[in-house]
């Protein structure tokens, strides 16, 4: 059997008071399966003010465009903020815009267009709602992902209120 090891706060003067590494598999409680890669849970990326990027975004919980992106985008939420553009690209579950997108965006779950919000090109979505003032033009088209009877596709350019309790 193996010696019983002192754990003290001297340090170890040799290699015999080290004590060994258990061989793979035999840690206790540990499975000797392969595990996924881990992935960052709410993994969450800002572009800030003033800042360009160009290129591919995938694996994305939410991206937030502050600044200026032109891009292709596989993620869960996009969210635009005031001064933000997003030019390109992008198929998430949610998307909150208040800046600008242009191309094409299609958001399985809800499109949420704010006041100072302007989506233009080819929109595919879940659920809408736009903002008094919130712009929105080109093709825009309901993915019916749910049982629920059909509306007919927005033709653009087309301005929508959400209704006040005044």
């Not at 994305?60 to 997003?86: M, Y």
Request: hydrophobic fraction near 30%.
């Amino acid at each position: 059997m193996n010696e019983a090891v002192s754990t003290s706060d001297k340090p170890a003067r040799s290699l015999d008071e080290i004590p060994p590494v258990p061989a793979p598999g035999s840690a206790p409680g540990r499975s000797s399966e392969p595990r996924p890669t881990p992935r960052s849970v709410g993994a969450r990326m800002t572009v800030g003010p003033g800042i360009n990027l160009k290129g591919e975004i995938s694996d994305c919980d939410t991206l937030v465009v502050e600044g200026t992106i032109d891009a292709t985008l596989v993620g869960e939420i996009l969210e635009v903020s005031e001064g933000g553009t997003f030019t390109g690209t992008a198929n998430v579950a949610e998307a909150e815009i208040n800046g600008r997108f242009e191309g094409e965006l299609t958001v399985t779950g809800v499109l949420q267009i704010r006041s100072g919000g302007h989506v233009t090109g080819t929109i595919r979505y879940g659920r809408i709602e736009v903002d008094s003032g919130g712009e929105i033009s080109g093709s825009v088209t309901r993915e019916d992902n749910n049982p629920r009877p059909a509306t007919s596709p927005i033709s653009a350019p087309r301005r929508d209120s959400q209704p006040s309790a005044n």
